[in-house]
């Protein structure tokens, strides 16, 4: 899901807000402060409370509704089990009738939505009810997949451990893409994945900059100027379809080109679109429906 998901607009509304109000207002009905173990968020905060919070500390994202029955008994296990946490993990509960913006980017389809970020990237997501075991064990999966990316809650030694489990070689990429220099970033990343395996950052990051780096090359015109007929032009398009945060588009028009090709060219596009699949979670409603077309365009 890493990459997948657009938070960029939750960033501008956040800095559009803050420069028009030097101190924004809290949210209707906002009872808990954002420094607890369980916390509202509104879209102002967004990125102060989620995404900056979830560089040190795991965040859950709980998105409910007052009409949503289910979101009634699923609220209250997460919220014990965030309190029972001892800070191992926040929960941030969204109301999605008053922060539509913040269900925008997750692309939330249904509620209850369960999203975890660590980093800044939703790592891990599910819908509907869960009982609390299955809840815990999804935690687990998610911090045995982190690893020790941050300290244990520990106020008096969590600066050192930060220290000490840092990559130098994950830090150094990290520079050069903030510097900008993708395409040294990706060289980066893809020689700490190649050297490890089971260093799944790593190999997401790869994914996603490869996808970058490429599609950052095509002319903003791609899409409107792809003729039918031009493979190249229709990988293109699609790319800068999902680059622009519309995947369905993007999905249907390789699908669409999967069905009109043969031979090494079918190949070809069929390999592209199981690419950019590997963005998204793999239960993703958009890359699932994607999955039954393709699979009808091939048999």
Same mark, same amino acid.
């Given at each position: 899901?890493?990459?997948? #998901?657009d938070?960029?607009?939750? %960033?501008?509304r956040?800095d559009?807000?803050?420069?028009?109000?030097?101190t924004?207002? /809290?949210? &209707?009905?906002?009872?808990?402060?954002?420094?607890g173990?369980?916390?509202?968020v509104t879209?102002?905060? @967004?990125?102060a +409370?989620?995404?900056?919070?979830?560089t040190?500390?795991? =965040? =859950?994202?709980d998105? $409910?509704?007052t $009409? !949503?029955?289910? !979101? %009634?008994?699923?609220?209250?296990?997460l919220?014990?089990?965030?309190?029972?946490?001892?800070?191992? $993990?926040?929960?941030? %509960?969204?109301?999605?009738d008053?922060?539509?913006r913040?269900?925008?980017?997750?692309?939330a389809?249904?509620i209850p939505?369960?999203?975890?970020l660590?980093?800044?990237? /939703?790592?891990?997501? @599910?819908?509907g009810?869960?009982?609390?075991?299955e809840?815990?064990? $999804?935690?687990?999966?998610?911090?045995?997949?982190?690893?020790?990316?941050? /300290?244990?809650?520990?106020?008096?030694a969590?600066?050192? =451990?930060a220290e *000490?489990?840092? +990559?130098?070689?994950?830090?150094?990429?990290e520079?050069?893409?903030?510097?900008?220099?993708v395409?040294?970033?990706?060289?980066?990343y893809?020689?700490?994945?190649?050297?490890?395996?089971?260093?799944? *950052?790593?190999a997401s990051?790869?994914r996603?900059?490869?996808? #970058?780096?490429?599609?950052s090359k095509?002319?903003?015109?791609?899409v409107?100027?792809?003729?039918?007929?031009? #493979?190249?032009a229709?990988? &293109?398009?699609?790319?800068? *379809?999902?680059?622009?945060?519309?995947?369905?588009?993007?999905f249907d028009r390789l #699908?669409?080109?999967?069905?009109a090709?043969?031979? +090494?060219?079918?190949?070809?596009?069929?390999?592209?679109?199981?690419?950019?699949?590997?963005?998204?979670?793999?239960?993703?409603?958009?890359?699932m429906a994607?999955?039954? %077309?393709?699979?009808? &365009?091939?048999f």
């Open positions: 899901m890493s990459g997948a #998901v938070l960029s607009a939750l %960033k501008d956040a559009a807000q803050r420069t028009a109000q030097a924004p207002a /809290p949210a &209707a009905g906002a009872e808990r402060p954002a420094g173990d369980v916390f509202d879209e102002a905060a @967004f990125e +409370d989620v995404i900056e919070r979830s040190r500390q795991l =965040v =859950v994202v998105l $409910w509704a $009409w !949503c029955e289910p !979101c %009634k008994q699923l609220s209250p296990v919220e014990s089990m965030a309190a029972e946490s001892g800070g191992r $993990w926040v929960l941030a %509960k969204v109301d999605v008053a922060n539509p913040i269900a925008q980017a997750f692309r389809q249904s939505m369960v999203v975890a660590a980093h800044g990237q /939703p790592v891990s997501v @599910f819908t009810v869960k009982p609390r075991a809840i815990q064990a $999804w935690l687990d999966e998610i911090f045995t997949q982190i690893g020790p990316a941050y /300290p244990d809650p520990d106020p008096g969590g600066a050192e =451990v *000490e489990v840092a +990559d130098p070689r994950m830090v150094a990429a520079d050069k893409l903030n510097d900008g220099d395409d040294g970033a990706l060289e980066d893809r020689a700490i994945a190649d050297a490890e395996p089971d260093n799944l *950052e790593a990051l790869v996603n900059l490869t996808f #970058v780096a490429r599609a095509h002319p903003a015109s791609a409107e100027s792809a003729t039918p007929g031009d #493979v190249d229709q990988l &293109a398009a699609a790319d800068m *379809e999902l680059f622009n945060q519309q995947p369905d588009a993007a #699908v669409e080109l999967v069905r090709t043969t031979d +090494d060219d079918r190949a070809r596009v069929r390999a592209r679109l199981l690419e950019l699949f590997e963005l998204y979670e793999p239960n993703e409603p958009v890359v994607a999955r039954r %077309k393709l699979a009808s &365009a091939l």
